[in-house]
């Protein structure tokens, strides 16, 4: 497969540093890419500019090369699109797949998905704008887990697209720069499988070239929570950067890579992967 047949994409949320869940995602995705001879670029998810922790771009950027997870290009950054998403979020308004919600989270707290309240009330202003999801399941073919399928009604329901602060949502978002960023191949962990099926609904809204999707499994405590900023996962310093690989690998079925240099291993790991493709 040659570099253009192949472009994967790592979109950290610089609201804290990565730890060892997103080195997790960040290597599997490095070495997808890199075993398919693919390019491999970088998307910082900065929508939220109040969630972006002072200093943390620069700390998320030190840690990926510390690591060896060289990106291809310069990174892009979401907060440098919104014109690009309000273009979107219109023309997803004028074809019918948008409704305005006057929902707060607390009218539907009971719910695990949004229950579809304003759908049928047709409000001519809200505070959000929410997508009509699509009737049925969504279905493809999951490059870990084979035929997938996401009950859109209980699973995905009608997601947010723009929220009451103004705020474009991460799925409309990382849908329109998959797109715009010409990304084949998405690999990130198995707790976005829902997420996955609502990018899924919006790409097929925009008449977008669908996309492949590989799931990793989920890095865990010792309590089986997921390793996550909530849990306070310590960061993934560069200094510990080949015991962290090591860990990795090990995670990501390579098993032992008896190295040392960052770089070395990195090569061993393309090999095996290639391998396990």
Request: glycine share 8%.
């Amino acid at each position: 497969m040659s570099a253009t047949e192949y472009i994967g994409r790592f979109a950290p949320t610089p609201s804290g540093p990565l730890h060892f869940g997103s080195i997790v995602a960040a290597v599997g995705s490095w070495l997808d890419a890199k075993a398919a001879g693919g390019i491999w670029k970088l998307r910082i998810d900065d929508l939220d500019p109040p969630r972006v922790a002072p200093g943390c771009i620069d700390s998320i950027l030190h840690s990926l090369e510390g690591h060896g997870l060289h990106w291809d290009g310069q990174p892009q950054y979401q907060s440098n699109c919104f014109e690009r998403y309000q273009e979107v979020l219109e023309q997803l308004t004028h074809a019918g797949h948008v409704y305005f919600c006057n929902c707060s989270r607390k009218d539907w707290q009971h719910s695990e998905i949004y229950p579809g309240t304003c759908r049928p009330l047709q409000h001519s202003t809200g505070r959000g704008l929410r997508f009509k999801s699509l009737d049925g399941t969504i279905a493809w073919e999951d490059r870990s887990f084979g035929t997938t399928q996401i009950d859109v009604s209980s699973q995905v329901g009608d997601f947010l697209l723009k929220n009451a602060h103004g705020i474009f949502s991460y799925q409309l978002a990382n849908a329109i720069d998959d797109c715009d960023m010409g990304i084949t191949d998405v690999v990130r962990g198995a707790d976005l499988l829902t997420v996955t099926a609502a990018h899924i609904s919006l790409q097929r809204a925009l008449q977008a070239k669908p996309l492949r999707y590989r799931h990793l499994p989920l890095a865990l405590t010792s309590e089986g929570e997921k390793i996550s900023k909530a849990t306070h996962a310590p960061a993934a310093a560069a200094e510990d950067a080949p015991d962290t690989l090591k860990r990795a690998f090990h995670h990501l079925g390579l098993g032992v890579i008896p190295l040392d240099d960052v770089h070395h291993m990195l090569d061993e790991a393309v090999s095996k992967w290639s391998v396990g493709r």
